[in-house]
């Protein structure tokens, strides 16, 4: 979101899924859409339908990229020199939009120096992409006046996370497709709130709206309704504080709802950090395997056991509905903390979900027009500023949020990690249709178990073939940081010299190996490329390697504490 | 049988869905077939999104770990018990020794709540999410 917001002033899906539909051109760029976000695909496939375009850019073959007019397979980590090459034929053609350009944006004659340099011929020899494919993508994008732009973790989970969002923004710039609907630059979200989490200022520079806490004006308008001073400086974010956990500055930590333990880069070196903690509290609805390292365990209760709201990626605000009473003895997250505040001396005097959000929309601007009764009617999408606003389906219309767009102009600059003669192979991770991040709660869903029940190494038949691996071998993943044991999956799915292994699985856990290398800026950690080598395995007779789920074993330590099941009432 | 119209907690699509609920239990999903995201439709997800819920293993009371293990605990005790180390840790080393991780979970509500927690209560900056994971 850094990126986005140093381009356009705000960090959120500029258009709406109901658009997508009606495009011409749909540019998608590192999403896995059919299998992480299957409802926009369904938009996606309709427009397809009805004679757009599609083009994926992706390294490997994902279901999305079978249905592309145009496959886009750059190498892992090239997405500034692929998006610089086809920048760089847009302003060779003549097919910039001078007008939108002069108008609305700044900085461009900085940032033509660089694009100039990446000729579709450079972007070729960087990325493994044709230049006549770039030649031709640049030329669908755009030409075409409903050319919407997607992007997902697949750009922003690099050491040039920021930059690969930046690149994008300059794109949408160049051609103006933005602030008009079936445009914009849209980032997909991968979890259910991560934009309302992200909207209501969990985030450590940031207050609810992206009000800066460094921002004296700001800071005093939240001190004087919440009757404390308040620190003025930058807080730490996740991966900063289990560094400084490590170095043994930070001594407690609160985690809700959070499952570092299988969700972090290089899993070792997050639970030596935890250790190190003198008092660590998890609050969630299931055992996690961050949970088994806490001092203090709460109960919290589902989405389906409380009342509030979520925001979608197009920054729908909705209404989450209590289905039936908290089960067993649980409660929802806002009441514990409000009992805890209690106790601490601040009391918070919240009665109910609606009353939250109220004090939040007095605080928030583009959430002031945002109150429980009037989202029963599939929501509100922000900027929503007052109560008679009926919120804004696309963004950056007039003028951007921070007034005129920057063109940021980026070099391309390698990942953090090469392959070399022992560790050579490109090791990506991500995300299966039938899993959910840590798998904390699809593993509790029989349908969702069966489909996809362990886990496995996609390669490419080539790279198979080289070190003798067939389908349903397992194969050891060895890299600087540790090492996992896996069944292959011999593919095309994956280009030579690049392997997929999925992050849901904790007998498996593909975060053992990943590497801690982060983006300076936005400090997202490189997920997408690591160097590894891969062994096959022989197993001894009558050994099998663990890799497969085992409930009993994972429960153990949970029938140590709990006798049988009780049946919710 | 009542429905109850809610949002699917899988996702950043936030498809329209409804809960059936039968004698205080979830017994099935439906999609809202208007809803401008999913028109009717839900992914293999969506339509198993209640199973979780009523799942046994679900937390069921606090606990606390006394010499080592993990023990049964009141949520009185439970919560006592963080308030104090929350506040001797804050006393002790300061407010920036304490770190608080919210959840992308978790409602627009509860965030602001975590939030306003970390910086009114704690008095720290120190609160992040997993929207990089």
Known sequence: ?569 | MEKVSTICPYCGCGCGLYLHVENGLITGVSPSAHHPVNHGSLCVKGWNCHEFVQHPDRLKYPLVRKDGILQKSSWEDALDLIASRLSGTKEKYGPDAIGILSSAKCTNEENFVMMKFARAVIGTNNIDHCARL
């Open chain 1, 1 to 569: 979101m850094a990126g986005l917001a140093s381009a356009f002033g705000s960090g959120a899906m500029t258009n709406s899924i109901s658009e997508i539909a009606d495009a011409r051109v749909i540019f998608v760029v590192g999403s896995n859409t059919t299998e992480q976000h299957p409802m926009i695909a369904m938009h996606m496939l309709e427009a397809v339908d009805r004679g757009a375009t599609l083009i994926v850019a992706d390294p490997r073959k994902t279901q999305i990229a079978a249905f592309a007019h145009t496959h886009l397979r750059q190498r892992s980590g090239t997405d500034v020199a692929l998006l610089n090459g086809i920048m760089n034929v847009i302003i060779g053609e003549g097919l910039v939009d001078i007008n939108f350009v002069r108008r609305r944006t700044e900085n461009f004659d900085e940032f033509e120096k660089v694009v100039k340099r990446c000729t579709p011929e450079v972007a070729e020899k960087i990325t493994g992409v044709p230049a006549s494919d770039i030649q031709r993508v640049a030329r669908i994008y755009a030409t075409e006046k409903r050319s919407m732009l997607f992007y997902s973790m697949g750009i922003t989970q690099h050491v040039t996370g920021v930059d690969n969002v930046r690149s994008c923004a300059n794109l949408v710039m160049l051609t103006a497709h933005i602030g008009q609907p079936m445009t914009g630059l849209n980032p997909l979200r991968g979890q259910n709130n991560v934009q309302g989490a992200c909207d209501m200022g969990a985030l450590p520079d940031v207050y609810s709206g992206y009000q800066k806490v460094a921002d004296a004006r700001a800071r005093k308008k939240f001190e004087s309704a919440w009757r404390r001073k308040l620190p003025s400086a930058p807080g730490m974010t996740m991966i900063d504080m289990f560094d400084s956990a490590l170095e043994g500055k930070l001594k407690a930590m609160y985690i809700v709802g959070e499952n570092p333990v299988m969700s972090d880069p290089d899993t070792s070196h997050v639970i030596e950090a935890i250790r190190k903690l003198d008092f660590l509290v998890v609050q969630d609805i299931f055992m996690s395997e961050t949970a088994e390292l806490a001092d203090v365990i709460l109960p919290a209760v589902t989405f389906a056991e409380k009342d509030g709201t979520f925001t979608n990626t197009e920054r729908r605000v909705q209404k989450v509905r209590r289905a039936v009473r908290p089960m067993y003895g649980a409660m929802p997250d806002w009441k514990i903390i409000s009992e805890l505040s209690k106790k601490m001396g601040y009391d918070m005097g919240y009665r109910a979900a609606h009353e939250i959000m109220e004090e939040a929309a007095l605080l928030t601007p583009v959430y002031g027009g945002i109150l429980h009764h009037r989202l029963d009617a599939f929501g509100l999408q922000w900027p929503c500023p007052d109560a008679d606003h009926p919120g804004t389906p696309f963004m950056h219309r007039k003028k951007f949020a921070k007034g005129l767009g920057t063109f940021n102009p980026i070099e391309f600059t390698p990942p953090d990690e090469t392959t070399d003669m022992a560790y050579p192979f490109i090791l990506t991770t991500g995300r299966l249709y039938f899993r959910y991040h840590t798998a904390t709660m699809c593993r509790r869903t029989a349908t969702l178990e069966r489909e996809e029940p362990e886990c496995f190494v996609e390669i490419n038949p080539k790279d198979a073939g080289r070190i003798g691996l067939r389908s349903g071998n397992f194969v050891k993943a060895v890299s600087r940081r540790g090492e996992i044991v896996v069944k292959a999956l011999v593919t095309d799915r994956t280009p030579e010299g690049i392997v997929f292994i999925p992050f849901h699985f904790r007998e498996a856990a593909v975060n053992l190996i990943t590497s801690p290398a982060v983006d300076p800026v936005a400090k997202i950690p490189e997920f997408k490329v690591c160097a590894i080598n891969l062994v096959p395995v022989i197993p001894k007779p009558g050994e099998r390697p663990k890799n497969r789920y085992n409930r009993k074993e994972d429960l153990k330590i949970l029938n140590e504490l709990y006798e049988e099941p009780e049946v919710p009432s």
